[in-house]
């Protein structure tokens, strides 16, 4: 048995994680990778795929392919085994069995296949001792750490003594030219002006030639000045009493970032934070346990009326605070869509959730990982495609006419009795424009990106009370295919699937911990093409 590479990918042969156990150029790695989908028949069974060089052992799970790379004259069913080994440790380093989640545990995933396989053959090993190997402290890590830190503690320290000396050595310059004094005679102006080598300047109305002299650098000596570069230029009169020292941007700066304001630029003040200021921390859920709820849609509508395609994508999500509270199962309830595909995770009972809707471990006495903030554990997934556009939760129709030197737009928003929709934002892209659009009248908001050439409409709250509404434009003449496509952004909280958790059941006995439940319904690329 000889096992050239074991590799996660795509459906469409994007490679995620690759390990090669032989010398093997990218290229050649690449190119083994990105041919597979094309070998792969639709509605085949085999486990397995020739060509005449190698041998693929692949095995799919969910949308991706766990995938062998074998020589011709290796044990098939040697690197079964291994492949089905390896379809165990997956999931247990990965929670998430897609291209994210895959990417963000793609260290430990390669230091499970290297315990696995060595030098191309399998060793002898159950899943339980490769996570055991994986988790073993190493102390050549722990040195090789401990003797990082202590150069990066001598580095600071040397810093800090070389800023020390820089600092003393300016103070001593600064202090040596307080006391030097030069008198200089301008040429062809037939008066003396004299001056300090500081920055303070003196004025006098006396002791100078000529009404208004006085000590202070003219501008035809400067080339002669024995200031040091750098240092900034005396001003040539004093500044009034009574006004002390001002700190801020010039006259310039301001103008500068006035007008970029005016083209509708963003501008964020430098603000540099004190001590104990810090950035707000993430939202961490308060309730013991925390079940999210959420549905992606990829929705393109066609312009001339129709749909063409239709995706849902949703994820049930579990975050626990504790590990006191990792031993429950979930019991949900759905809405009966009978266009929507479940699919549990690859550790979870598949029995148990298709006869009585709970969501449970295999392993009873395992408990559900704590999560970080921001995290979940995705228990289920759901997936919904149709061609009925009845379902759609907004329709956009757009009605553009050409009049003389003219552009007259017209759009209308109709939105499903199912859902309310909040932060409503439809994107329409204009040409580039001299001057905004002037929209003659509108339900709602309306705002002019003249950097990106973008009109946004936006609607706070789309309920009851208007389930359609319209906006009228005029912009100068342009060819209507330039007003495509639009873009839609929205949330609910009604869901496609309605499901809901009805109850927590601790395994251990006892009363069930609190839980909260959360429920967001989001459009990721919604568009009218």
């Given at each position: ?39 792969v028949g639709i509605g085949k069974q085999h486990t397995y795929v020739e060509t005449e060089n190698v041998r693929y052992v692949y095995q799919p799970i969910e949308t991706l392919y766990l ?126 002006d004299t001056g300090f080598g500081s920055d303070s300047s003196i004025s006098s109305n006396t002791g100078g030639f000529g009404s208004g002299t006085g000590f202070g650098l003219n501008t ?78 990829n929705i393109t509508l066609k312009q001339d009326g129709g749909i063409g395609n239709f995706d849902l994508q949703g994820t049930l999500a579990l975050h626990i605070l504790s590990h006191s ?205």
């Amino acid at each position: 048995m000889v096992v050239l590479a074991a590799s996660i990918i795509s459906k469409s042969g994007k490679a995620l994680v690759s390990r090669q156990f032989v010398d093997m150029s990218r290229i050649r790695i690449e190119g083994y990778l990105a041919a597979f989908p094309k070998l792969v028949g639709i509605g085949k069974q085999h486990t397995y795929v020739e060509t005449e060089n190698v041998r693929y052992v692949y095995q799919p799970i969910e949308t991706l392919y766990l995938l062998l790379i074998t020589t011709k004259q290796s044990n098939i069913l040697e690197d079964l085994e291994t492949l089905r080994l390896l379809s165990k440790l997956v999931p247990e380093y990965s929670y998430s069995l897609d291209e994210e989640g895959i990417g963000r545990m793609a260290f430990e995933i390669l230091f499970a296949f290297d315990e696995v396989i060595s030098l191309g053959q399998k060793e002898n090993l159950t899943v339980a001792q490769v996570k055991q190997y994986c988790e073993m402290e190493s102390h050549e890590e722990r040195l090789h750490k401990l003797v990082l830190q202590s150069k990066i503690n001598e580095t600071k320290d040397v810093m800090k003594r070389k800023a020390n000396e820089i600092d003393k050595s300016r103070i001593e310059k600064n202090r040596g030219e307080k006391g030097g004094f030069m008198s200089l005679q301008s040429m062809g102006s037939g008066r003396i002006d004299t001056g300090f080598g500081s920055d303070s300047s003196i004025s006098s109305n006396t002791g100078g030639f000529g009404s208004g002299t006085g000590f202070g650098l003219n501008t035809e000596a400067d080339s002669f000045s024995t200031k040091p570069k750098g240092r900034p230029q005396a001003s040539a009169s004093a500044p009034p009493k009574g006004l002390g020292m001002q700190l801020g941007k010039n006259q310039k700066t301001n103008q500068f970032l006035e007008s970029l304001k005016a083209e509708g630029e963003v501008i964020v003040e430098d603000v540099r934070p004190s001590v104990g200021q810090s950035k707000p921390a993430a939202a961490i859920p308060s309730d013991p346990v925390t079940l999210t709820v959420e549905e992606k849609l990829n929705i393109t509508l066609k312009q001339d009326g129709g749909i063409g395609n239709f995706d849902l994508q949703g994820t049930l999500a579990l975050h626990i605070l504790s590990h006191s509270d990792g031993l429950i199962q979930v019991q949900i309830e759905t809405g009966g869509n009978p266009g929507i595909q479940y699919r549990t995770h690859p550790n979870m009972n598949k029995e148990l959730f298709s006869g009585e809707n709970i969501l449970g471990l295999k392993d009873p006495n395992r408990p559900f990982p704590i999560g970080a903030a921001g995290d979940g554990v995705s228990l289920l997934k759901w997936r919904m495609q149709s061609a009925d556009e009845s379902l759609v939760p907004l329709s956009i129709n757009c009605w553009p006419s050409v009049s003389g030197n003219e552009t007259y737009v017209n759009m209308e928003y109709e939105s499903s009795p199912m859902f309310d929709l909040q932060n409503v934002v439809i994107s329409i892209p204009l040409p580039a424009l001299r001057e905004a659009p002037k929209v003659q009248q509108i339900d709602g908001d309306w705002k002019y990106d003249p950097r990106k050439s973008v009109l946004e409409w936006s609607i706070v709250l789309i309920d009851n009370s208007n389930r359609s509404g319209s906006m009228e434009f005029v912009i100068p003449a342009v060819d209507t295919s330039d007003l495509f496509p639009i873009s839609v952004r929205f949330t609910s909280t009604s869901t496609f699937s309605d499901l809901k958790v009805v109850h927590i059941l601790p395994l251990k006995g006892g009363n069930p911990p609190k839980y909260a439940q959360r429920t967001l319904l989001s459009a990721e690329n919604y568009q009218v093409v």
